[in-house]
């Protein structure tokens, strides 16, 4: 039988599970994001001046066109890394932290993208490049139980910064990922149940209404969330023109798989009130959370630079942590015995070399 109408009953069995679930006593409050404990180990702060991106061009651009182009880049400080999907913003740099950032931030990051889409082509269309958190390197994927949550500070410049395009222009998103069965052809034989694990990127993003598209009279912009049940981008927040600034943001994930969005205007930490939705984006359950990342967006002409948004103490936080703050434990007590050993290497060699001389 067709694949397709396969697909198509998984999801509908699917959706019956967790409408079932989220109409049940077992449905999970919303948790505000930045609940239980702060994960230093992931995420950044940007005061380091020093801050820096090995690029490692081209980039990756394997949804695209199937190109994986190793290595990737990755940070200096070893908390951002190249996705394998597609490049990274082609603009990263620690800036001093424009006006009404959080209290103590003197450095943030400014990103922005030119040549998204496939590299050495232009696909004279919006497409996106990505900064993705180091997580899963750094320590692991987190379990629903666990109960995870991402905030970030995003800046949003004044209306004449942003490039000139209506349409999406940054995402704050989480990488999560479920287990789904399907049936799939087999041949002469019929078809057989395929058990997979399947990712998936609920996220937050900000869209740019231009003034000079005939149908907007002025310059605005709004938060859509991805996604309903149906993986559908739905619009929840205005935001005016009076509004362009901080804004914080913010996703958490409870144990029954659900992703629950938060977000406010300014630094300010998040609180119940700053709810916008919870959803089972594609009428997914997730099972694991395995990162955060940030998304620029720009038009794949080789001239539009996307809009310059500036991000700040994007962090991890979870609220049962005990198995996560022994990993983080066990890694910085790895790497500070690693580190005492190069230096004693270090020494070691500095004496010979020093003793080699004396007997000259």
Known sequence: MNHSFYRFASYLVASAVVLTLSHSADAARPVVPGTGTHIEYVGDDFEDTSWDFKHNFPKSSREQDSRLRSPTGRSLNDRWIEGPERGQPDQMQVVPTPAGGLAGSNYSLLMRTLNSGIPGRHMYDTQQDDLIANCISRVGTISPSEIPSVVARVYLPSAD??????????????????VTTEQVSAGFFGSRSETKA?????????????????????????????????????????????????????????????????????VQNLTAADHLTSQFPYSYSAQRFRTFFFDACNRDDGKSWSTPFVIDDPQLFVVNDSRITSVVNRKIQREAKRKAQQQAKKKRAKVASRNKRSRR
């Open 161 to 178: 910064e942003w490039e000139n395009r209506s349409g999406p222009h940054f995402g704050f998103r989480i990488s999560a990922s479920t």
């Open 198 to 266: 399947e990712p998936y990127w609920p996220g937050l993003w900000i869209h740019f209404r231009s003034k000079n598209d005939r149908k907007n009279e002025a310059d605005s912009a709004f938060i859509t969330v991805r996604g309903n049940r149906r993986g559908q981008d739905v619009r929840y927040k205005e935001i005016a023109l009076e509004e362009f600034g901080w804004w914080t943001l913010g996703m958490s994930m409870t144990g029954d798989g659900q992703i629950h969005y938060y977000a406010k205007p300014g």
